[in-house]
């Protein structure tokens, strides 16, 4: 069993930057392949980037290409996203989620584990 907990959510004008954080508690987080995700009001759930096990890959949507940075550190349980140029598209609240699995995938169905939310509001 992984317990996920994000923080690092926030207010934000347009062009700004957060970093949002995901801490995990249980055993053998090194062996989870790590997602962030995100749901804006009234749309499906969509992954914003992906990093694997051990971090060697990392998968971002096409929105998220040059402006955001997912990593992740072992030793501190710890997945990390860096948000810079922040858009108010990018409105939405953002989820950390664990997949027992090598690859990070965009599917939320194969993602075993997942935090209650952060969210992320960007003013225009």
């Known amino acids: 069993q992984v317990q996920l907990e994000e923080s690092g959510g926030g207010s934000v004008q347009a062009g700004g930057s957060l970093r949002l954080s995901c801490a995990a508690s249980?055993?053998?987080?090194?062996?989870?392949?790590m997602g962030w995700f995100r749901q804006a009001a009234g749309r499906d759930r969509e992954l914003v980037a992906g990093?694997?096990?051990?971090?060697?890959?990392?998968t971002y949507a096409e929105f998220a290409q040059g402006r955001f940075t997912i990593s992740r550190a072992d030793g501190k349980n710890m997945v990390y996203l860096q948000m810079n140029s922040l858009k108010p598209e990018d409105t939405a609240l953002y989820y950390c989620?664990?997949?027992?699995?090598?690859?990070?995938?965009?599917?939320?169905?194969?993602?075993?584990?997942w935090g209650q939310g952060t969210q992320v509001t960007v003013a225009s």
């Open positions: 989620a664990a997949k027992s699995s090598y690859y990070a995938t965009r599917n939320t169905g194969e993602y075993d584990f």
């Open positions: 249980g055993p053998n987080f090194d062996f989870f392949a």
């Open positions: 990093i694997s096990r051990r971090g060697a890959i990392t």
